[in-house]
């Protein structure tokens, strides 16, 4: 063999079934993670839980009960705000601290389908949340569909966004894989707590609940809420969102490095 | 036309220059060792060879590709272990190997391979779970895994028991049989003795030396002892007059002669002429190690300093 061959007859690049085959690694990472399988399902399930059982009744907005405008919304917000603001940065940052990306960077296989292989994976696990999540609150709390329900999809998979600029943001700032698990936490309760994580924005001082609400985790609450309900979606919460995706997506890719 | 050619690399690192003026051709089917202390610019060489960094100088060929521009296709024909890569945690030996095969259109038996490195009774384990030996013989396994017509091995053999090391040399030479071209990052001496057909010198990011193991310790021209008892008396005189001889010092019960270039033969060829019977000849030749010292002015297992 000469060493002309290289040039023709390889063809760089890597199968189709390098994907399914990342895609099935990532799966098998996130599952054995044990902690970062139970917190996205089971922290929202949770709250989802204790708000239905001590919190029935109250008032209707819309002919909707609290419970839709608010829980509901929350819920899911929680489920996408944990898998993006925490886990997704933890693995990233655990695959940069032990070189992961550096080793794939000497396969055929770009580093960066690694992190498409996480979003997918991230994908379905929010999916799964979803599912769990509105199961248990249409069977046990009575909760129906969204009035507006594309609205509703659209304004989730914005926040879903979102929370993975976010994510991407902390991956790309955190020095070490510890610190990315430490800024993400503390992250998603920040933006938690003034988005109405621990009760809802209106028992808030002003400022906060204004602070809370131009951040994506209490925008994204309110903007489901209002889809739920069937309110016209107000455009700060949209600009919210989507000012997160830009601010913390351009930090990311400016940031951001391989090894 | 070798199969990989660097010619005259520089990087620098801040005020550092890591790799200075490094020249390294690298033949069909050959081990070549890359030898040096920590520091010393070998792993940033490779890393330029391998297309992981671009050199501020120098152009680099590697089966005919340009590392940094044909990335893509450099990747299906050039395997590479890097020292303390780790990988998915979770991830058992099996699923990992199966994973890295996948990247690559052709490529060897995942179960096969995991056999030849000897870890078939540990495929079902977790990565984190793995010796530092058995996660080493994984990343050489996954170097492999693409069927690559050349592989750069970072210290290869570190954390494994002599038996592992042993096994993994004559993979290598199997390896080499088969056509594969093999640059080894070492600074194990016996491995690089034993296997690399020859050897590069690196010291503060500078080729110093490159030859056959065998060539750069006659190189050194270092001193070489020969050791022997003669039955009855015996007479230095005959020793001392040959110009590859430096000193005969007679004692007790043996005679030892040091000296230099062909000192074995020379020697015995006068015991012959002399009618002396030599007895327990022992010939004590100075190795790369002492090789490397003299090369270099330090010994291999101190670091370099920045």
């Not at chain 1, 000497?106 to 379905?124: F, K």
């Not at chain 2, 005969?248 to 002429?273: F, M, P, S």
Request: hydrophobic share 50%; proline share 5%.
């Amino acid at each position: 063999m000469t060493a002309q061959t290289a040039q023709t007859a390889a063809n760089p690049r890597p199968p189709l079934r390098a994907w399914t085959a990342l895609i099935g690694a990532e799966t098998r990472s996130v599952v054995r993670d044990t902690a970062g399988l139970l917190i996205p399902l089971g922290m929202p399930l949770l709250i989802l839980v204790m708000n239905g059982v001590t919190n029935r009744g109250g008032g209707e907005i819309n002919g909707h009960s609290v419970f839709e405008v608010y829980v509901v919304p929350l819920v899911l917000t929680i489920v996408v705000a944990t898998i993006g603001v925490i886990n997704m940065p933890s693995f990233l940052a655990t695959y940069r601290r032990y070189k992961i990306l550096r080793r794939l960077a000497v396969t055929p296989a770009h580093p960066a389908m690694i992190l498409v292989a996480q979003v997918a994976v991230s994908i379905m696990q929010t999916l799964l949340g979803v599912a769990i999540g509105l199961s248990v609150a249409m069977i046990a709390f009575d909760v129906g569909l969204p009035e507006r329900p594309w609205t509703a999809l659209g304004v989730f998979a914005l926040a879903a966004f979102a929370m993975y600029a976010v994510g991407m943001l902390v991956a790309a700032i955190a020095p070490t894989a510890n610190a990315a698990v430490a800024i993400g936490l503390t992250l998603f309760f920040a933006l938690g707590a003034t988005g109405g994580m621990f009760g809802p924005t209106d028992a808030m001082p002003e400022p906060l609940a204004a602070v809370g609400e131009a951040l994506p985790f209490g925008a994204a609450v309110q903007a489901i809420g209002a889809a739920w309900v069937g309110f016209d979606q107000e455009p700060a919460h949209l600009i919210a969102l989507g000012a997160a995706i830009v601010v913390s997506g351009a930090v990311a890719v400016k940031w951001f490095r391989w090894d | 036309m070798p199969a990989i050619a660097a010619h005259g690399l520089r990087k620098r690192y801040g005020d550092t220059l890591a790799v200075d003026e490094v020249t390294l051709d690298i033949e069909e089917q050959e081990i070549y060792g890359i030898l040096g202390r920590n520091g010393a610019g070998k792993t940033t060489s490779v890393e330029i060879i391998a297309g992981l960094r671009r050199p501020d100088e120098g152009t680099v060929n590697v089966l005919g590709l340009d590392p940094w521009r044909d990335r893509a296709r450099l990747r299906t024909v050039l395997g590479v272990q890097l020292q303390n890569a780790a990988l998915h945690s979770s991830l058992t030996v099996r699923e990992m190997v199966r994973l890295y095969r996948s990247f690559h259109r052709d490529g060897a038996d995942p179960d096969g391979l995991i056999e030849q490195v000897g870890l078939t009774a540990k495929r079902d384990v977790r990565f984190e779970n793995l010796s530092g030996g058995q996660a080493q013989r994984l990343s050489i396994a996954l170097a492999l895994v693409g069927r690559p017509r050349a592989v750069i091995l970072d210290e290869l053999t570190t954390g494994l028991d002599p038996e592992a090391r042993r096994q993994m040399w004559a993979m290598l030479e199997g390896l080499r049989e088969s056509g594969v071209t093999i640059i080894l990052v070492s600074h194990q001496m016996e491995e690089v003795e034993r296997l690399c057909d020859r050897v590069a010198v690196i010291d503060r990011g500078r080729v110093l030396a490159v030859d056959t193991p065998d060539d750069l310790v006659k190189r050194a021209d270092l001193d070489q002892v020969v050791r022997f008892r003669t039955a009855g008396a015996f007479d230095p005189a005959v020793l001392e007059s040959l110009d590859e001889v430096d000193a005969v010092t007679v004692g007790e019960d043996e005679v030892v002669v040091t000296g230099r270039g062909e000192l074995l033969q020379t020697v015995a060829t006068a015991l012959v002429r002399a009618d002396v019977v030599a007895l327990d000849t022992r010939f004590q030749r100075a190795g790369l190690e002492d090789a490397f010292l003299a090369l270099t002015g330090s010994p291999i297992d101190t670091d370099q300093e920045q």
